[in-house]
């Protein structure tokens, strides 16, 4: 069953995209929330295939004899996933499961970041997370066409959801009036599988063993479906479930080079680190997941659904910190000057100078870096995060279909609850060391530090320092959400008129204690023998050392029971976790309400291939939000409701002309809009006073007053499309208001300067862009050749902040102006196999301008880039025979790294090492 020939390959394909085609053009676009049954076409002609993605099936009959063929792997979900962009009233672009549990990378952020346009970051345990489309992070998720959010946020953890749960991903880049309201940058919409998609009773399991090269352990994960459908004497039922779990050892070394002051004594004239190190976070992560769904054909016109899902993330893990405290040193020696010298303002305490600095304070003073400096006898310490992270999300859903005629009918009901608590327990243990030496200079632009006989891993002579601090956190979100669609087919140029309306009723509360507690007699003066402190070895930081293990507080003694109370009882702590902070919670309430009429045409020209269709739509949305928060203001808690109501109507217009042979012209326009987060409208603000005298004293408020971002966005794309491929070339433009960014400023408050960062609106932001996507198969080569294939992208993303804001003329944070996928692709005698290369070029992912770095005169931002960086993926999998398919994958087997600087080249800041991860794994399906 599993070999065909090229021709065969090609007829079938064609075949299945020509059906898909016309049932498009028949009913429409299917909106995100209903079940795509139909549109795979003669998937359903298969015992077992599900019809959302993984398998193109065709019954060759009379050609050969009776015999079925079947078509799988990656041909056919490339297939399927042009066919979707091609039909589909929006531009979109899709990703198909190859087969049950077969996502085509490990995770569903992974997968996104092949689609055109996306870029995303890696994560601390290593997982690529936090998607931008367009460069822009508003995205709405959604799961079945239901709003999905993780806690308190707007967002979704999209890796607290496997990708062996996942059917089908949709990204939707531009918008129409059916589409839940909430993205800026788009939405994406995540299918899981349901029963009816299946004919006959199927299993399918797959196990999986990663290995982090980091963590140089082994990682099990494994998935099981099971699904089936009956005739009744009340109709046909279906029931599907499916769960997963994995267990993933990580560690991602980190090292980073801090802000600069300038020096003083024997390192006068020096841009100063105040300290350099690095940290592990390390440890595994659990992420157990279940789905169900029971559909019910109740009549020939109705049926009737529920869905269930719950998904989690638990890690016990360690932040394991090692600096060297150079701002401490008695003296340096062995300087070896660089040639990167300018002239500084410079405030008393060798910073950039702020606000509230007095000019008669302010010297200037002709600084310079440095390639190589020794720092003699300094302090060093290292520190155990000890966390204890749950996240638990529950979503139940149910509803029905009507289908009768020209009339189609959906209501879905729906409610969702995601709640996070994170325990963090902090100690820190330190010594004085008699040298160091950093280096910053190499081909690699990552800075090196040393210290003679490792002296951090010698267990003597450290003592507690700093503080005790322990961080508990708890947020929890909730949304009831009820949502009614109507299609109604007219027999004109006018094809379809669209009704719908949602409510939506959203809450959301956040909690958090910090608390710090210094130890007796101060730092560096008792001895970490005074509580017989257990300590354990750091796995070590390339860049430290060499590697070098080091010594800190063991992470399981700082999470026990007994480890808490004695350290507690030691510091002077209260007994127990301590009670939530009242002056660091807040509670919200909102409500939304939408409607939407949109019409869909078609104009032929004439009895030829060339058609212009499309969609007219407005959606209008009302919320309202009321959000209480404590603050503390002049040492005093401070409780403020805030209460808002915003009102919008939202247009959209698209229009394709379809000029035959597969040729095809796109334009659309809509108006998006993304409301703020809760923690960014939040009217408390905290701020807390360092305990490291090296460090300013910071904190965070919110701003109740934030506006809704709103973009006024523009697509245009051509598209051709043939039997084994397409190419396709997007231009966009989005006109962005009220654009939302972080920055910090320094704030005097009793006395005490903070450095206090709040989210503010830039007024305007321009983002523009080209984006080319091409994928196709070499049918016409002769034998095994033919099954060689290769697919790319690439994007340009343009944009620049307006407005008066400081951020004027920059590009929005986050976003890399080129980004590209390259791969190559075999399926073809039961092998799949792939390689990708995926690229983007620098950004900047934090804005200084507030801190206190020094810089030179008249620098009026100043900004942390993250240099280009690419990932070299690759995956393959032999089906033994119809029922078991071997696997084997590697990501990012180049070792990719993240790699940052303050605004000049030279100023290195900090190194991230990325895991690569090999996996061995086998899926079978019966």
């Known amino acids: 069953m599993r070999r065909i020939s090229a021709f065969s390959a090609s007829v079938i394909a064609l075949a299945i995209a020509g059906q898909a085609h016309a049932q498009a053009a028949q009913e429409g676009t299917t909106p995100p929330n209903a079940q795509d049954n139909a549109a795979a076409g003669t998937a359903q002609t298969t015992a077992g295939s599900p019809a959302e993605a993984p398998n193109a099936v065709a019954d060759a009959g009379a050609a050969d004899s009776g015999s079925e063929i079947v078509v799988t792997g990656i041909r056919a979900s490339l297939a ?55 460069g822009l992070g508003d995205i709405l998720t959604t799961l079945d066409g239901r709003e999905i959010f993780t806690a308190e946020g707007r967002t979704f953890a999209f890796q607290d959801l496997p990708a062996e749960a996942i059917a089908r991903l949709d990204v939707y880049k531009s ?220 979503l139940a859903a149910g509803g029905f279909r009507f289908d009768r005629d020209r009339l189609k009918a959906n209501v879905d009901v729906s409610y969702e609850r995601s709640i996070v608590n994170n325990e963090n327990f902090i100690v820190d243990i330190g010594k004085r060391v008699p040298e160091a030496t950093l280096a910053l200079v190499n081909d690699d632009q990552t800075a090196t530090i040393t210290a003679p006989g490792n002296p951090m891993a010698d267990p003597t002579g450290f003592t507690f320092i700093n503080a005790l601090f322990q961080d508990y956190l708890r947020s929890s979100g909730g949304l009831l959400a009820v949502k009614g669609d109507a299609t109604y087919e007219v027999d004109t140029i006018l094809k379809t008129i669209e009704v719908g309306a949602r409510y939506a009723d959203r809450s959301a509360r956040f909690q958090q204690v910090q608390l710090g507690v210094a130890p007796p007699g101060g ?100 919320t309202d939000r009321d959000i209480t928060g404590t603050g503390v203001v002049s040492g005093s808690p401070v409780t403020t409701t805030s209460s808002n109501s915003d009102t919008d109507w939202l247009p959209n217009a698209s229009a394709r002309l379809q000029l035959g042979g597969g040729l095809q012209l796109r334009a659309t326009y809509a108006r998006t809009l993304a409301r703020p987060g809760f923690g960014s409208l939040n009217p408390g603000l905290n701020y807390i006073v360092s305990t490291n005298p090296n460090i300013r004293n910071s904190g965070s408020g919110g701003n109740p007053d934030l506006r809704p971002q709103k973009s006024d966005s523009f697509d245009a794309t051509l598209e051709y499309y043939w039997n084994d491929g397409y190419f396709a070339i997007a231009g966009y433009y989005r006109d962005i208001s009220d654009r939302v960014v972080n920055g910090v400023t320094a704030e005097e408050i009793d006395g005490i300067v903070y450095n206090i960062s709040r989210p503010r609106n830039v007024g305007s932001a321009k983002l523009k862009g080209i984006e080319v996507s091409a994928q196709t198969f070499f049918s016409f080569l002769p034998g095994d050749l033919a099954g060689f294939g290769v697919f790319g992208n690439f994007t340009l993303a343009d944009s620049k902040i307006g407005g008066e804001d400081a951020l004027a003329g920059y590009s929005l944070q986050g976003v890399s102006k080129y980004n590209f996928n390259a791969g190559l692709l075999y399926d073809r005698s039961g092998i799949s196999a792939r390689l990708v290369y995926t690229y983007r070029s620098k950004y900047f992912d934090e804005d200084r301008t507030g801190a206190g770095d020094v810089r030179p005169v008249g620098t009026d931002t100043w900004l942390n880039y993250v240099r280009p960086n690419g990932r070299l993926d690759f995956s393959l999998g032999y089906d033994v025979n119809e029922h078991v398919t071997l696997t084997v994958e590697g990501s990012n087997i180049l070792r990719s790294r993240y790699r940052s600087y303050i605004d000049q080249d030279y100023l290195w800041r900090d190194t991230r090492t990325d895991d690569s991860v090999y996996a061995v794994g086998v899926r079978t399906r019966f």
């Open 80 to 134: 399927r996933a042009a066919e979707i962009k091609r039909n589909a009233a929006q531009v979109v672009d899709s990703i198909v499961a190859q087969d049950i549990g077969k996502f085509p990378d490990p995770t569903t952020a992974a997968a996104l970041q092949r689609v055109p346009g996306v870029q995303v970051t890696v994560g601390g345990n290593n997982e690529i997370q936090n998607p931008l489309v367009r």
């Open 175 to 394: 918008n129409t009036a059916n589409l839940i309201e909430g993205g800026v940058a788009g939405t994406i919409d995540l299918r899981l599988n349901k029963p009816f998609n299946y004919t006959d009773p199927t299993i399918a399991i797959s196990g999986k063993l990663n290995y982090p090269s980091n963590a140089e352990k082994l990682g099990p994960q494994l998935s099981f479906l099971a699904t089936d459908r009956w005739d009744t004497g009340v109709g046909e039922i279906g029931a599907l479930l499916n769960v997963s779990w994995y267990d993933m050892p990580f560690n991602r070394p980190y090292n980073y080079v801090a802000e600069r002051r300038a020096g003083s004594g024997s390192s006068a004239g020096i841009l100063l680190p105040i300290s350099t190190g690095g940290l592990n976070e390390y440890g595994r992560y659990q992420r157990p997941q279940a789905n169900g769904s029971i559909q019910w054909q109740a009549t020939p016109s109705l049926e009737i659904y529920i869905d269930g899902l719950y998904s989690a993330y638990r890690s016990k893990f360690s932040t394991g910190f090692y600096e060297y405290r150079l701002g401490t040193a008695q003296s340096v020696s062995d300087i070896v000057r660089s040639d990167n010298c300018f002239t500084a303002n410079v405030g008393p305490d060798g910073f950039n100078p702020n606000a509230t600095t007095s000019p008669t304070e302010i010297t200037q003073q002709q600084l310079c870096g440095f390639t190589s400096a020794t720092f003699n006898n300094l302090e060093a310490f290292t520190s155990t995060q000890a966390h204890n992270n749950r996240t638990d999300t529950w």
């Open 523 to 622: 730092s560096f003066a008792t001895p970490i023998a005074a509580i017989d402190l257990p300590l354990e070895r750091g796995p070590g930081i390339p860049q430290i050392n060499n590697g070098a293990p080091f010594l800190l507080p063991s992470r399981d003694y700082l999470l026990s029971n007994s480890g808490q109370a004695t350290i507690r009882n030691f510091f002077g702590a209260p007994d127990g976790q301590p009670a939530f902070d009242p002056t660091r919670e807040f509670n919200v309430g909102e409500k939304s309400y939408a409607g939407y009429v949109q019409a869909g045409y078609e104009v032929p020209f004439g009895s030829g291939p060339v058609v212009l269709d499309g969609k007219l739509g407005v959606r209008y949305t009302r």
